[in-house]
């Protein structure tokens, strides 16, 4: 392909770009085959299942990125999110006119073997603009047999009975009037059937909306097509997977399970982002992001389903039925939001032909009755949605999830934990690296001495250490689970620039650090999630750098009681673990162990050796570790580097920047 990136520059991991090119090209052939019917428009079906496949499509270029040449990705990803909202629009407007429909039928079920008051197809022969229900274009060739002035007068004559006092003194007044100005005056009748005319005349709009909508969407799709987006996404990842399949070992490397893992708990921690709009059911626009946000974790799942030998069939099925009821109410909320808008095109029109509101007052009680029962059923399916989200937390529903994507991760060091495995787990719990490459070494060294087979990382791999982009090799190498430090967001944001750094070596740090980083480990650095959620041996781990509920809060052995009282009531962990303070720490409260793992690289509790805690399971234990290391390897390329001279006593004294350059501090 001409102008693409050679292949073999793709394949530092053949095998996880074998896994992308198994999740791509079946969502393509899906993509390619409905897109027929779309054109077709003889079922609304193919709509539906065509955006389906492009939205799938769209959430797997994130995962798969980086198997994907960058001249072209961005380009495919433009035309089919263009391609996805054009089909979207159609698709909603599919989903109301059904919608309509059956609520039609179901409130006047007498009407469902009757022609509607308005045909669609008459209208279809204006111009789309000309919209008002009761005009008859002056155009047209061909006059119905029956004109819509003449059907809204039978209508008028079926359905309104006229006052037992006016009886017998209308007469042809009556005709008159319902084809004149006087339509619908609700002072002299009133309607037997007061809802059908203004659900017919919404389901008119409707439809009118969508055919004149159709041509646009048919050519959409075949612009997509003449573009070969399909054939040619296809070909590149056909060439791709058999590179991969030459190159790569055909099993999936811990690399894949680890993105896997990443991936997957982003999204969950996205989707709990809103739970505490779940107290309150007017925050209608949260509730609308918390769909989408529950929509991108189940597209998630599906792309890493193959990983596992359930394809995560029981999971994606929790988080369907969760995304059909924030669904379900977001349909609530577009009706009761798109109504008093349709009310006052509908009124502008009953003006401007009949010359007064009469043949609006006719429309308004089935428009009142829909936005009603819309109000009613919102209320039903929020109740339900708490309901259902309690009882998913209450059944442990997210600690499963974590347990089992986690666990082929659960070997930093050599040989994969089972399911089965019995006996004592331990777990190396590191933090606060800041870029001190020797430390970091010497730690890893000493946690598999003492059996550690797997290390759970609590942020700030950067900052005042000479080897940034060393120490975040190391950790992507050896698959370390790890969430991102304030240190390290604030380097990734370039803080720097805007002088927030309370000194002028903070910002040099900060600086110096970021263009110490390589794209990739930036990019990889970026994607890290904030906190962490899992659970090992059935025991739901927090993984965090400050607290749940900052990173720049301390936990550790000043934080009151009172504190840690409200995490642990807030939180379903029994092990909350921390960095941040660079000063280890085990509290146990509630039933909650409260761990600071310290600093690997920078302690300041005056102890320059690096620092951090093994947690053992099946018997629960913990224990802080300190470890000596070549601090004079990390001294020497600190002033290699021409770093200030304040980095290295803080390295060599285990002191904090502010306490060294304290020239009044004297321990």
């Known amino acids: 392909m001409t102008g693409q990136r050679p292949i073999k520059c793709l394949l530092q991991n053949p095998d996880y770009c074998l896994y992308a090119t198994s999740t791509f090209l079946p969502l393509l052939s899906q993509l390619e085959a409905e897109l027929q019917g779309v054109v077709k428009d003889d079922d609304i079906e193919y709509v539906h299942r065509s955006r389906v496949a492009t939205r799938r499509i769209r959430a797997a270029f994130p995962l798969f990125s980086d198997c994907l040449p960058e001249d072209s990705k961005k380009k495919w990803e433009n035309q089919i999110r263009r391609l996805t909202r054009s089909l979207g629009e159609a698709r909603d407007l599919d989903v109301q006119i059904e919608f309509v429909r059956a609520f039609l039928a179901e409130c006047c079920p007498e009407k469902r073997n009757t022609s509607p008051l308005f045909s669609s197809a008459e209208f279809l022969q204006i111009s789309p603009v000309m919209t008002t229900p009761a005009v008859v274009s002056q155009q047209s060739h061909s006059v119905p047999p029956l004109t819509v002035k003449g059907r809204i007068s039978a209508w008028i004559e079926k359905h309104l009975k006229v006052p037992q006092q006016e009886k017998g003194s209308l007469g042809k007044e009556k005709e008159a009037a319902s084809a004149m100005l006087h339509v619908g005056d609700s002072s002299i009748y009133q309607p037997s059937d007061p809802v059908s005319l ?60 680890e993105r896997a893992f990443m991936q997957i708990m982003a999204r969950v921690s996205d989707l709990f982002w809103f739970e505490p709009y779940l107290q309150d059911s007017s925050r209608t626009e949260q509730h609308h992001e918390m769909r989408i946000a529950a929509k991108r974790l189940r597209y998630t799942l599906e792309a890493y389903a193959g990983l596992y030998e359930d394809r995560l069939k029981p999971e994606i099925k929790v988080i369907k039925h969760l995304q059909e009821f924030l669904g379900d109410i977001h349909d609530c909320d577009v ?13 502008e029109r009953s003006v401007a032909y009949f010359g007064n509101h009469g043949f609006f007052e006719l429309i308004k009680p089935g428009i009142s009755l829909l936005i009603t029962d819309r109000g009613k059923s919102r209320e039903d399916q929020f109740r339900e949605l708490i309901r259902y989200w309690e009882e998913v937390k209450e059944e442990g529903f997210w600690n499963r999830l974590s347990e089992k994507i986690s666990l082929p991760l659960q070997h930093s060091f050599d040989g994969a934990i089972d399911s089965e495995h019995a006996g004592p787990l331990t777990i190396a719990l590191i933090s606060d690296v800041h870029a001190n490459l020797p430390a970091l070494e010497a730690v890893l060294s000493d946690a598999q001495v003492r059996g550690a087979s797997v290390v759970l990382h609590a942020g700030d791999l950067t900052g005042y250490g000479p080897f940034p982009d060393e120490v975040i090799n190391l950790i992507r190498e050896r698959h ?97 673990i921390t960095g941040h303070s660079h000063r280890g720490a085990a509290r146990e409260v509630d039933g909650v162990w409260f761990i600071n793992a310290g600093s690997v690289g920078r302690p300041e509790d005056g102890d320059p050796r690096a620092c951090y805690a093994l947690l053992t399971v099946e018997p629960f234990s913990v224990i802080h570790i300190r470890v000596p290391y070549e601090i004079e390897r990390t001294v020497e390329a600190i002033q290699h580097r021409h770093l200030p001279d304040a980095f290295a006593r803080i390295i060599r004294e285990g002191k904090s920047l502010d306490v060294v350059q304290d020239p009044e501090e004297k321990t």
């Not at 009118?208 to 040619?232: H, T, W, Y």
């Not at 934080?559 to 379903?572: F, M, N, S, V």
Request: with cysteine; glycine share 6%; aromatic share 8%.
């Open 335 to 347: 009706w009761t939001g798109l109504m008093p808008r349709f009310l006052e095109e509908e009124e």
């Open 198 to 257: 203004g659900l017919e005349c919404l389901l008119l709009r409707l439809i009118q909306k969508r055919r004149v909508m159709q041509p646009g969407v048919a050519e959409e799709v075949s612009d997509f097509s003449r573009r070969r987006v399909i054939q040619d996404m296809a070909a590149f990842l056909y060439d791709l997977k058999i590179r991969a399949m030459l190159e790569g070992t055909g099993t999936h490397p811990v690399e894949t399970y």
């Open 480 to 576: 370390i689970i790890s969430v991102i430090g304030n240190y390290d967001l604030s380097v990734l944001s370039k803080k720097w620039k805007t002088g927030k750094p309370s000194s002028q070596e903070k910002q040099l740090a900060m600086r110096w650090a970021y263009h110490q980083i390589s794209d990739e480990n930036r990019t990889w650095l970026a994607s890290l999630p904030r906190k962490i959620c899992m659970c090992v041996r059935g025991i739901p781990l927090i993984l965090t750098h400050g607290s749940p509920d900052s990173l720049t809060e301390y936990l550790d052995y000043g934080t009151p009681d009172t504190r840690l009282h409200e995490i642990a009531a807030a939180e379903e962990a029994k092990v909350i």
